[in-house]
Nanobody, 124 residues
Framework: QVQLRESGGGLVQAGTSLTLSCASS????????VGWFRQAPGKEREFVAG????????IYADSVKGRFTISRDRYSNTVSLQMNGLKSEDTAAYYC?????????????????WGQGTQVTVSS
């Protein structure tokens, strides 16, 4: 089983940057795609970004394209989400998850293991 732990969340001002990290323990996710999702209060969980097992392919939600960058370090079993130009609408709990396949998916159903989440709050 894979255990995931997110870190790096916090309270920041609009326009600034933040980097989230997702670390795996137990079985690693080195052969799986990894995705980041977020959920704001009263809203559905939504896809943010995903990366394939070797980092060769990345996908992004339109709302974050050009501002967020997902990357992974297979040696340290971590996946990062660099968030630039943060907006108040980026405020949410952010979750990382391991994909069922080597590629990432924008659908939550394509993921098996989920972390507990880290809160990002952007003040305007």
């Amino acid at each position: 089983q894979v255990q995931l732990r997110e870190s790096g969340g916090g309270l920041v001002q609009a326009g600034t940057s933040l980097t989230l990290s997702c670390a795996s323990s137990g079985r690693t996710f080195s052969n799986n795609g990894v995705g980041w999702f977020r959920q704001a209060p009263g809203k559905e969980r939504e896809f943010v970004a995903g990366i394939s097992w070797n980092g060769g392919d990345t996908i992004y939600a339109d709302s974050v394209k050009g501002r967020f960058t997902i990357s992974r370090d297979r040696y340290s079993n971590t996946v990062s989400l660099q968030m630039n130009g943060l907006k108040s609408e980026d405020t949410a709990a952010y979750y990382c998850a391991t994909a069922l396949r080597a590629s990432a998916s924008s659908a939550a159903a394509g993921y098996r293991y989920w972390g507990q989440g880290t809160q990002v709050t952007v003040s305007s």
